[in-house]
């Protein structure tokens, strides 16, 4: 993303590593629970839970990732009509309805954590706030990203990508 900060840069990079790694555990998990139910008749109690919060974790964190490069989903529509400085105060507009959306998620997704800490998941054993957690770490991480771009956006760097640059870096 054009005028991107170095820590935005380096977080969306963290975010990218980290999700790598979550879908080829939760890939491993998948191909040797049906290698070892299937072939070897042996299988395991814990990885259809495994695999179903490693997806959790990893959208919630894939949004965040999405959110701070662009691509996130929008309606550019009604945007493309405005002039650009109309867009920018629409950019304006979203970051702070996402981030004020953002501090909801975070808040309710803590006291859900929070009220689900006693409670063991069926076949791992571990505390369901783990689970829960993906909720408001992501959406935190998607606010830090919504703050980042508004403070730029407010400092005179319209950062927000042209869409045949998004179009671009997706099919690439």
């Known amino acids: 993303m054009h005028g991107q900060s170095n820590l935005l840069r380096r977080l969306n990079k963290v975010l990218l590593w980290v999700i790598f790694t979550m879908t080829a555990v939760m890939f491993m998990t998948i191909f040797l629970q049906v290698i070892f139910r299937y072939i070897l008749a042996l299988p395991f109690t814990f990885s259809e839970e495994l695999a179903r919060y490693l997806m959790v974790w990893i959208v919630c964190l894939g949004a965040a990732g999405a959110y701070g490069e662009g691509m996130h989903i929008g309606v550019a529509v009604f945007a493309n009509l405005l002039p650009a400085g109309g867009r920018r105060w629409l950019n304006r507009i979203v970051h702070l309805t996402v981030g004020g959306l953002m501090g909801v998620i975070i808040y309710q997704g803590g006291r859900l954590s929070y009220l689900l800490a006693d409670q063991l998941s069926p076949a791992m054993e571990i505390r369901m706030s783990w689970p829960y957690?993906?909720?408001?770490?992501?959406?935190?991480?998607?606010?830090?990203?919504?703050?980042?771009?508004?403070?730029?956006?407010f400092g005179g760097k319209w950062i927000?990508?042209?869409?045949?640059?998004?179009a671009e870096r997706c099919s690439s």
């Not at 935190?140 to 956006?153: G, K, P, T, Y």
């Not at 927000?160 to 998004?166: G, I, L, S, W």
Request: charged residues 15%; proline residues 11%; negative net charge.
């Open 160 to 166: 927000t990508p042209d869409p045949q640059e998004v």
């Open 133 to 153: 957690l993906a909720v408001p770490a992501g959406a935190f991480l998607i606010l830090v990203q919504a703050a980042a771009l508004l403070i730029r956006d």
